[in-house]
Antibody, heavy 121, light 108 residues
Framework: EVQLVESGGAVGQPGGSLRLSCAASGFTFDDYTMHWVRQVPGKSLEWVSL????????YSADSVKGRFTISRDNIKNFLYLQMDSLRSEDAALYFC??????????????WGQGTLVTVSS | SYELTQPPSVSLAPGKTARITCGGD??????VHWYQQKPGQAPVMVIF???DRPSGIPERYSGSNSGNTATLTITRVEAGDEADYYCHVWDRSSEQYVFGTGTTVTVL
């Protein structure tokens, strides 16, 4: 059974940092591109960042470029999102998401349940 | 930046056909995916690559994509289809993924 379990959501201060983690199991982790997607409750989905199966390619949304860094550990089967220079608009539920294949372009075929980030002083 | 526009809501009686549109500039040249999200749950993919269904998704769900509009069609709508639905594409020019504004389907 495919499982994606996010953790690390917390209250972060404006200008501060948080690190999100996602534990993957039930599939061959390094066969897939992985993503982070966020959602403000009651609002639409917003793609945040992607990382290729080997970590060699990353893309990020303009809204987080230069502040957030996506990474992965294919030995431990973990996906990470380092969030720096936090802003109030970064507050959201963050989903760890599996891409449909090793390609960086395609659908998102499995989603975790999300971890909540709040930004407040 | 590329934008995808959906109607905020669609309401219909059980057994009817729901058509949810997703408008975007020349969206017909892109591969469109659709997700269903029920309250308090993570999204679930219901259509990928314009009109392919993942295993476990009923045949009542189908998609089409041409010109400036992609459409998710749900036939013989049931109470269990009540959810928010989002379209989704990769925008090659900006190298970013884009989600639609979302449509809430209500079964009366």
């Amino acid at each position: 059974e495919v499982q994606l379990v996010e953790s690390g959501g917390a209250v972060g201060q404006p200008g501060g940092s948080l690190r999100l983690s996602c534990a993957a199991s039930g599939f061959t982790f390094d066969d897939y591109t992985m993503h982070w997607v966020r959602q403000v409750p009651g609002k639409s989905l917003e793609w945040v960042s992607l990382i290729s199966w080997d970590g060699g390619v990353t893309y990020s949304a303009d809204s987080v470029k230069g502040r957030f860094t996506i990474s992965r550990d294919n030995i431990k089967n973990f996906l990470y999102l380092q969030m720096d220079s936090l802003r109030s608009e970064d507050a959201a539920l963050y989903f760890c998401v599996r891409g449909f294949s090793s390609s960086t372009i395609g659908s998102f075929d499995f989603w975790g349940q999300g971890t909540l980030v709040t930004v407040s002083s | 930046s590329y934008e995808l526009t959906q109607p905020p809501s669609v309401s219909l009686a059980p057994g009817k056909t729901a058509r949810i549109t997703c408008g975007g500039d020349d969206i017909g040249s892109k591969s469109v995916h659709w997700y269903q999200q029920k309250p308090g749950q993570a999204p679930v993919m219901v259509i990928f690559h314009d009109n392919d269904r993942p295993s476990g998704i009923p045949e009542r769900y189908s998609g089409s994509n041409s010109g400036n509009t992609a459409t998710l069609t749900i036939t013989r709508v049931e109470a269990g289809d009540e959810a928010d639905y989002y379209c989704h594409v990769w925008d090659r020019s900006s190298e970013q993924y884009v989600f639609g504004t979302g449509t809430t389907v209500t079964v009366l």
